[in-house]
T-cell receptor, first 114, second 109 residues
Framework: DSGVTQTPKHLITATGQRVTLRCSPR?????VYWYQQSLDQGLQFLIQ???????AKGNILERFSAQQFPDLHSELNLSSLELGDSALYFC?????????????FGPGTRLTVL | GIQVEQSPPDLILQEGANSTLRCNFS?????LQWFHQNPWGQLINLFY???GTKQNGRLSATTVATERYSLLYISSSQTTDSGVYFC???????????FGAGTRLFVKA
């Protein structure tokens, strides 16, 4: 158990809908990362937050947004969902968000868009 | 950004065999990690190894940063070692973690 929690574990929804994925980092970690793992794109970095502020952006679509709250948990919002958004979404956390940090991954949320 | 290449893409082993997985990266990295994704999808940290050699039980890893590659050794493989092994790195000063495509390992009983 990495100490990073994600809810829900599974989510099934329809095209055009909006969902929210939740992540709680390990105790003491200030930085949160979101990743998408799909069959055709592999594991891709989406976005990183550090202590509530956005630090880095990767291949995140405009239909997606995220935030980190004062209690350091983070949410990833996915809207106008398409079939291709079906994927495993991982959250990771690290102590300081520096490039030398070790990242610890949560169990993931499996999103299925029908 | 950096590119990360892993080889081989697929590997089938008989239980008890040894194997070496390789990760090449296109630029200097100061954060290299190896992960195991088990058949249930969970990503498990194996090593944080920007340089040097580390060992943890039957697994060990070596990174030669000057030559831009890392190796993961699995000795006396077990069926529970099956899954996908990923390496991931960030280039110096960067914040994007780039994952390789993974090596899919199947260990036969």
């Amino acid at each position: 158990d990495s100490g990073v929690t994600q809810t829900p574990k599974h989510l099934i929804t329809a095209t055009g809908q909006r969902v929210t994925l939740r992540c709680s980092p390990r105790s003491g970690d200030l930085s949160v990362y979101w990743y998408q793992q799909s069959l055709d794109q592999g594991l891709q970095f989406l976005i990183q937050y550090y202590n509530g502020e956005e630090r880095a952006k990767g291949n995140i679509l405009e239909r997606f947004s995220a935030q980190q709250f004062p209690d350091l948990h983070s949410e990833l919002n996915l809207s106008s969902l398409e079939l291709g958004d079906s994927a495993l979404y991982f959250c990771a956390s690290s102590v300081s968000g520096q490039s030398t940090d070790t990242q610890y991954f949560g169990p993931g949320t499996r999103l299925t868009v029908l | 950004g950096i590119q990360v290449e892993q080889s081989p893409p697929d590997l089938i082993l008989q239980e008890g065999a040894n194997s070496t997985l390789r990760c090449n990266f296109s630029d200097s990295v100061n954060n290299l990690q190896w992960f195991h994704q088990n058949p249930w999808g969970q990503l498990i940290n194996l090593f944080y190894i920007p340089s040097g050699t580390k060992q943890n039980g039957r697994l060990s890893a070596t990174t030669v940063a000057t030559e831009r590659y890392s190796l993961l050794y699995i000795s006396s493989s077990q069926t529970t070692d099956s899954g996908v092994y990923f390496c991931a790195g960030r280039n110096t000063g960067g914040f994007k973690t780039i994952f390789g495509a993974g090596t899919r390992l199947f260990v036969k009983a």
